[in-house]
């Protein structure tokens, strides 16, 4: 196959867009992975004192950004339509009750709110005038109105109206905060839409580090490489983007090379935690370094391989498989550039390991254990850098 044939099979992968149900598909095979139990022993030393309190919807709003923090301002992406938030005052002006809010204690009145944010951003936004009632469903002839064009006597109604919060002080000498966190994110997430694993990192690791992720998230490669569009209006719509499948992509770089360097153990999802964790300090240098290293390699391998180096290739409608992008990822950013073999070479490589039913269960199916990590990072050298 020349050149002007891989650059067209590049160009058609370039405008397949990630479907929903593959990204779910990687959330069923994530939620599938067992959860680590080497803290359980210091589980048992966790102490958490519950108490419930009922606040009024107006001393919510005035509380939040003050005593009550909502945390980073992209917990999720897929944030609550006007529809949704304007369906929840509706619900406190008819008295209808609303599931109760979660907020962890981390410091004498201090508290992070661990689930009930959306409707926390719906009760501070409405007091707030941010948005108009619409698509009301039963008290129809109030769409349209903010909290300040309602009738007092609806004002008062919301005035009186509470939601029970239920309050969470933890005790414990085994973890520090941020495990601590992960503990009661992740047992306590209730609301109609879980975080997700992503999220979950997102709400709890918030730092320079977790913002260097989403920065590198919008590289103009990374997206090419993924069908992310730049679109603003497109993108609210790709699940890649929605779910912030995106930023663990780029995450799994790092953590990826966590694992092919150093001494680390577990799955996945732990490899994941525990690298956001790591890098939740990181300097100025560091970041520099880490956000020079990411865009290099993605442009590199964009650039000189394409779109087919990360496509899964033997299925019928060849797709994009995470373990071949990072691995690849990772493999060209440790290899130095005059090694790397013509791109009808590496392609050609690549379709020969996967031919491969014993590799291909390495690489593609059971890629996740440290060690097919680190097996399928050597493959990924092998492919770039020889003729097989």
């Known amino acids: 196959m020349n050149d002007n044939n891989f650059n067209m099979m590049d160009n058609f992968f370039e405008n397949q867009e990630i479907e929903e149900q593959e990204v779910k598909k990687w ?9 680590d139990n080497s803290d359980n022993h210091k589980l048992k030393s966790l102490r958490v004192i519950k ?3 009922d606040y009024n919807l107006d001393y919510l709003a005035n509380s939040i950004d003050k005593n009550i923090q909502l945390g980073p301002d992209y917990q999720r992406r897929s944030r609550w339509s006007a529809i ?3 369906r929840l005052i509706e619900s406190f002006l008819m008295n209808i009750p609303i599931p109760p809010i979660f907020l962890y204690e981390n410091d004498y009145y ?13 009760i501070n936004d409405f007091f707030k005038d941010r948005f108009k009632l619409k698509g009301l469903e039963f008290l129809t002839h109030l769409d349209g109105e903010k909290f300040s064009t309602l009738e007092d006597e609806n004002k008062r109604l919301l005035y009186r109206r509470t939601i029970t919060a239920t309050i969470l002080l933890v005790e414990s000498n085994s973890f520090d905060k941020y495990d601590l966190r992960m503990i009661l994110f992740n047992r306590l997430n209730t609301g109609g839409e879980k975080l997700n694993f992503q999220e979950l990192r997102n709400a709890i690791y918030s730092s320079r580090f977790n913002d260097l992720i989403f920065k590198l998230s919008t590289n103009q490669f990374f997206r ?10 497109k993108i609210k719509n790709n699940p890649l983007y929605r779910n912030m499948s995106d930023c663990e992509l ?8 966590e694992a092919y360097y150093g001494e680390v153990e577990g799955s996945m999802k732990k490899l994941l935690d525990d690298t956001m964790k790591k890098y939740k300090s990181a300097n100025d240098d560091e970041l520099e370094k880490f956000g020079l290293d990411f865009s290099s390699s993605i442009q590199g391998l964009f650039s000189n391989i394409g779109i087919e180096s990360i496509m899964n290739s033997t299925l019928e409608k060849p797709r994009r498989a995470r373990n071949l992008y990072d691995s690849m990822l990772v493999a060209y950013s440790i290899t130095e550039e005059d090694k790397i073999q013509p791109k009808e070479t590496v ?13 291909y269960d390495k690489i593609i199916t059971k890629g996740n254990s440290i060690e097919n990590i680190k ?4 493959k990924a050298i092998e492919i770039l850098t020889t003729t097989i």
């Open 110 to 122: 201090e508290y992070e709110v661990v689930d009930g944010r959306q409707r926390l951003e719906a």
């Open 51 to 53: 108490s419930n309190q």
């Open 375 to 378: 097996y399928r990072v050597n």
């Open 224 to 233: 090419s490489f993924w069908s992310i569009p730049e679109n603003i209006e």
């Open 84 to 86: 949704q938030k304007s």
């Open 347 to 359: 392609l050609n490589n690549l379709k020969i390991v996967l031919g491969k039913p014993e590799e």
């Open 27 to 35: 959330e069923e095979e994530d939620n599938s992975i067992p959860e």
């Open 250 to 257: 780029v995450l799994r770089f790092f953590a990826i090379k």
